[in-house]
């Protein structure tokens, strides 16, 4: 049987005395009786059976003036025995002392107790030795234990949960620079969004494919539907927001534009024109396919092209990233698109989306950027005295159509912190009306010791994320943060043709 | 506000109040993933920080998480040496409470002495060692506190 808890006790003591639903004592006071109780049993457990409680207390005196007593231990209840050198063979006992007026009978050895707390061997000159004291302890105090709870809120319904992750290669089939969209380009832009919609999350209003308008989705045909230009409209099941993907073929000038519609919906357009909405805005800037990864800037004429998909299992949140690859091999992140519901954002009473990332032609690896390396002076970013940078942002979208770069990484130093839809983010002038890209890091995180798991995320590597705005990507380390191949998100849990 | 964990070796919980009487307490964490058992405390860095002797695993708490104290020099459960007479305590404390109300407590009373019966008997059949008198503070000539 278990030992009784100071719970089980209080209980006990009420359902004795009638007072379990009559109130009229409190809690504390039931547990102070109980402990009275408590002491009166200890008593009489110690007068009925002597030696129960005894402890040992071994203490060494060297004898002589100030040194022929020591301190008791701080849970001395009463004396039972002295023993003078314990354990030998020349072990003896030390009666207490008769009378205090025989303290200094230089003929027998005795101990005294005295109010100072202190236990004293007579005389000081047959002090020296070693002293075992046999002692009754002071009756253990019942108390009920202080309960701190987690403060944190239970996780929302909406956070998003493990969907497997989704990946795409695209096929190695040289396009043709300029003037229409590569092969690359539509075959990567068809799948992505094949991956979006097999979450079961958002829906086909209408598609064009360059020649007609269905309610169906005619990108599902792959590359080959849009070509030559097109559009998908898409709403979201649980929160009725539009996305609508715009590709446009002008000449040499191709425009893909990735849009979202928080409200209003996209009406109009015809086979070759977008659809509007006058509540629209750009998820990836609304200029040229560059963000696409095309690899006409850089010579790579087949790029490899991959995309992460996440999605809530309420649907109200969808996180893409893409990922590229050029012919030297470097990995970087293209994109990042965030379409999530996050209230009190800046810019409005409901934000649904933060996306970003194409920054004119350069890779979002650049040494500056997505680096790793903690540079700079260091701030105070916690009370455990440590130091460290708190947050790093890269580059900001200020919502209408530029991309701020924010090089070398800001620190919060003299700079404003802004809780906007792309989460804890920091601008040193206006907020960003649609968020930033960049990372965010913190010591707790980093700072583990050698072959500790700085965060429970059971990679072998440290266990290291990494935040572009709202969204936290599994990181090992490597230089792009998320990419598949950690040790939680092996290659073999993405889908689609292998990288070669 | 950094949300309740355990964050480079550091426990954090924002209900916290702890100071310096926490170091060396052990400290009982339930509803946790990676950290549920029991925690010596080393080190109070503020008020709802704290580390351990032992290394624990870096999470974020769920609000399931608690973590339980038992205060300093106090037992959060009848010790093994009194567990069997527990009752004697709460009869007593039962009685004290009926009596401070002017209810009648005799039942209690009777049974209280019944029980002390009981512990003084428990031992009387054994015989492992020579009876000794108890030595208590207020009856001993010599050996108790201010017994002079």
């Known amino acids: 049987m278990a030992n009784k808890s100071t719970s089980d006790v209080i209980l006990a003591i009420r359902q004795h005395s009638n007072t379990v639903n009559r109130k009229v004592v409190t809690d504390d006071e039931v547990l102070a009786r109980a402990n009275e109780g408590l002491w009166e049993l200890y008593d009489l457990i110690d007068g009925a059976h002597g030696t129960y409680f005894v402890k040992p207390f071994a203490f060494s005196l060297t004898g002589g003036y100030g040194a022929y007593k020591t301190a008791l231990p701080a849970d001395f209840y009463h004396a039972k025995a002295v023993d003078k050198s314990p354990d030998t063979s020349a072990m003896s006992s030390v009666d207490p002392l008769p009378s205090f007026a025989e303290r200094n009978n230089t003929r027998k050895r005795g101990y005294d107790l005295e109010d100072v707390g202190n236990i004293s061997i007579y005389p000081p000159a047959l002090a020296q030795g070693d002293y075992r004291l046999l002692y009754i302890p002071k009756c253990p105090q019942l108390a009920s234990p202080i309960v701190v709870p987690s403060t944190n809120p239970p996780p929302p319904l909406s956070s998003p949960l493990p969907i497997p992750a989704r990946a795409m290669t695209i096929l190695k089939v040289t396009g043709t620079p300029g003037g229409t969209l590569t092969i690359n380009q539509a075959d990567m832009l068809a799948k992505n969004e094949t991956a979006i919609l097999s979450l079961g999350t958002w829906t086909v209003l209408r598609s064009s494919n360059g020649t007609a308008i269905t309610s169906t989705n005619q990108w599902a045909a792959g590359q080959t539907a849009i070509a030559q230009g097109g559009w998908l409209q898409m709403v979201n099941n649980a929160t009725g927001v539009q996305r609508l993907v715009f590709v446009s073929v002008r000449g040499s000038w191709i425009e893909v534009q990735n849009l979202i519609s928080p409200a209003v919906g996209f009406t109009g357009g015809t086979a070759i024109t977008a659809p509007t909405a006058s509540d629209s805005y750009f998820v990836t800037p609304g200029v040229g396919a560059d963000w696409l990864g095309t690899g006409n800037s850089d010579g790579n004429v087949n790029p490899q092209l991959r995309t992460l998909v996440w999605g809530s299992v309420d649907g109200t949140k969808t996180r893409v990233v893409w990922f590229y690859t050029n012919l030297a091999g470097v990995t970087t992140i293209k994109s990042v698109w965030l379409f999530d519901t996050v209230g009190g954002a800046v810019g409005g009473p409901w934000v649904p989306f933060v996306g970003m990332s194409w920054d004119n032609g350069n890779d979002l690896a650049a040494a500056t950027r997505f680096t790793y390396a903690q540079t700079g002076s260091l701030i105070a970013t916690r009370t455990n005295s440590n130091t460290a940078e708190l947050i790093f942002v890269s580059q900001e979208n200020d919502g209408i159509g530029n991309i701020n770069d924010r090089l070398p990484q800001d620190q919060v130093t003299n700079q404003y912190v802004w809780l906007n839809g792309a989460g804890l983010t920091i601008s040193g002038k206006a907020p960003p009306r649609n968020g930033v890209l960049g990372w965010l890091t913190d010591q707790w995180w980093v700072g583990a010791p050698a072959g500790v798991p700085a965060f429970p995320d059971g990679d072998t590597a440290g266990g290291r994320f990494i935040f572009i705005g709202q969204m936290m990507l599994w990181w090992d380390g490597s230089a792009v943060p998320g990419y598949p191949g950690s040790v939680d998100h092996p290659e073999a849990n993405f889908y689609g043709r292998a990288a070669s | ?148």
């Open chain 2, 1 to 148: 506000m950094s949300l309740d964990g355990v964050y480079g070796g550091t426990f954090l919980f924002n209900a916290g109040a702890f100071d310096q009487s926490y170091v060396g307490l052990t400290m009982t964490i339930t509803g946790s993933a990676h950290n549920n058992g029991t925690w010596t405390v080393a080190t109070v860095l503020a008020p709802t920080m704290l580390t351990t002797v032992a290394t624990p695993t870096s999470e974020t708490f769920t609000s399931a998480v608690v973590a339980t104290f038992q205060p300093p020099g106090t037992l959060g459960a009848v010790p093994d040496t009194m567990n069997d007479w527990v009752l004697y305590a709460e009869l007593y404390a039962a009685i004290t409470i009926l009596d401070k109300q002017n209810l009648d407590s005799t039942a209690l009373k009777e049974r209280l002495v019944l029980e002390t019966k009981r512990i003084q008997q428990a031992r009387a059949g054994r015989r492992d060692q020579p009876y000794q008198a108890p030595m208590r503070p207020r009856r001993v000539r010599h050996g108790g506190w201010g017994s002079y």
